[in-house]
Nanobody, 127 residues
């Protein structure tokens, strides 16, 4: 069973930066593709970014392109989401997700594609 634990959330002003971390355990991290999703109050959980197990391929939702960077360190069993130029509309609970790299499409954006989820970390951007 894979466990995912997010950290790094907090309160930041508009234009500020945060780096989220996702620590994985229970399985070799290099066998998992991972992603970040977010959920704002009253809204559905939405895809933010995903990265292939190799770290070579990434994909982002349009609203964060050029501001967020997803990365991973398989040796440390940890994934990251660097968030720059934050906006109030980025305020949400951010979730780390993972799935078996051998199954499904190369880069998945649907929540149903991910079998493993963290508990979430709150990001609040003040205006």
């Amino acid at each position: 069973q894979v466990q995912l634990v997010e950290s790094g959330g907090g309160l930041v002003q508009t234009g500020g930066s945060l780096r989220l971390s996702c620590a994985a355990s229970g399985r070799a991290f290099s066998t998992l593709n991972m992603a970040w999703f977010r959920q704002a109050p009253g809204k559905e959980r939405e895809f933010v970014a995903t990265i292939h197990w190799s770290g070579v391929n990434t994909y982002y939702v349009d609203s964060v392109k050029g501001r967020f960077t997803i990365s991973r360190d398989n040796a440390k069993n940890t994934g990251y989401l660097q968030m720059n130029s934050l906006k109030p509309e980025d305020t949400a609970v951010y979730y780390c997700a993972a799935r078996d790299a051998a199954q499904g499409v190369l880069l998945a954006t649907r929540t149903a594609a991910y079998a493993y989820w963290g508990q979430g970390t709150q990001v609040t951007v003040s205006s």
